[in-house]
């Protein structure tokens, strides 16, 4: 059974800096690249960072570019998403999920909240 478990969120003024963590169990972790999904209430969830299933590629909506970095820990099962000068319109709830299409669970997600 696969699962993922985000943590790593709270409340940050725009700005400041949060690392979420993403814990996966029940599927090969280290043969998957990983994504990094937001919810903003009212909009759909969208792609924001991805990497390779080796850690070698990472790619970033162009919205993060140059403010948050993804990076994967294989013998750790854990994808982590450094997120730098945070923005109010950065806030969501952040998800992670394999890439490949073949899996549709997700987890609970950790909310962000960038506000002064």
């Known amino acids: 059974q696969v699962q993922l478990v985000e943590s790593g969120g709270g409340l940050v003024q725009p700005g400041g800096s949060l690392t979420l963590s993403c ?12 994504g990094w999904f ?18 070698g590629t990472a790619n970033y909506e162009d919205s993060v570019k140059g403010r948050f970095t993804i990076s994967r820990d294989n013998g750790k099962n854990t994808v982590y998403l450094q997120m730098n000068s945070l923005k109010p319109e950065d806030t969501a709830v952040y998800y ?3 890439t490949s299409a073949a899996f549709s669970s997700w987890g609970q997600g950790t909310q962000v909240t960038v506000s002064s």
Do not use: D
């Open 38 to 55: 937001r919810q903003a209430p009212g909009n759909q969830r969208e792609l924001v960072a991805s990497i390779t299933w080796g850690g």
């Open 96 to 98: 992670c999920k394999p």
């Open 23 to 34: 814990v996966a169990s029940g599927f090969f972790f280290s043969a998957y690249g990983m």
